[in-house]
């Protein structure tokens, strides 16, 4: 871990932070989301990205894309975005992801095929690009330690000296016990939400009975900075090394028209505020607003950039774009 270079980000003021400093490896899953009547790209990484991007900070998406129409929207999306595609590669045999999504009476059911372009991330690409961007934080969540993919992340974490933000995301049934306590043995923050905490805490066999006492023993046991807990509607909390809790409480929200992504929102956002040197509670303020006013639209990714230019002006942002 660089500490001098995250000290440095902590301590300058917002406007201060250098570009450097502002460097985030996104890692793993691009999924083309395949419904009866659209198809849009998603996958945690990816809308964490679109975030990071638009909200003036450097991310990269490391990610593997099939040689098909779906990698060459995810290409064009890149750059009509502005993100560093140094970190998507090409798989000229598997597809790009797909998560195919059902509508039933009861609900969305959503499926993810094995064995396509992102589970196959090349491990020496992912550490050259590593190398070359020197990021202040890496972010990866579970579901991207499929196939050879798993070996890649090994590789980015060996080569590089930055943070590492875990955004847990179970994904049934791609959840086992070893991959989870490999990815808490990386993090610096692990970031769950009310039932993963639960489950995480089932898989691991954690002795604590309240939420709080299963991330004390998530954050002592894992050597972690600290654990954040999304609460959905009710808000978000944080406990850090020192067993200190900070906590947002939820706001009630005028409609929701589509949760998803909403986590990824919060994610990003809180990446954003730990790398700019936001105090520990505006972090929290901030992603948990930003997560939902995602709710209040359509989609993980907003179309535009106008989404954005209320926070980016709320919390004085310098992102170089004019038009902000």
Known sequence: MNMSRVAIAMQQPDHAVHPADLSVVAFGETLVE???????LGGAPFNVACHLGALGAHPVLMTRAGKDAPGE????????????KRGLQRDPARPTGRLKVTETAT???????????????HAGLARMVGLLVHPA????????????????????????????????????????????RWSLQQASVAKLNEAELTRVGNFLSLDGVTPEARARELVTGFGLERVVITLGA????TLDAAGSIESVAGKPMPQVVDTAGA???FA??????TLRGWPLTERLARADA?????????????????????FIHDWQIETGDAQA
């Open 34 to 40: 395949q419904s009866r009547d659209h198809s849009v």
């Open 290 to 310: 930003f997560a939902r006013a995602l709710c209040q639209i359509r989609g993980a990714v907003p179309a535009g950039q106008d989404f954005y230019r209320p």
């Open 234 to 237: 009710s808000g978000a909390w």
């Open 137 to 180: 934080m890496v972010y990866f969540g579970t579901l991207s330690q499929r196939g050879e993919s798993r070996r890649a992340l090994r590789q980015l974490l060996g080569a590089v000296d930055s943070r590492v933000f875990l955004d847990v995301n179970l994904t049934d049934p791609w959840v086992d016990a070893d991959t989870l």
């Open 268 to 273: 990003a956002v809180f990446i954003l505020g």
């Open 107 to 121: 609900g969305r059911t959503s499926s993810i095929p094995s064995d396509q372009a992102y589970e196959h991330i």
């Open 73 to 84: 929207q995810l290409q064009q999306t890149m750059s009509e975005r502005g993100l560093d």
């Open 263 to 265: 986590g990824d929102g």
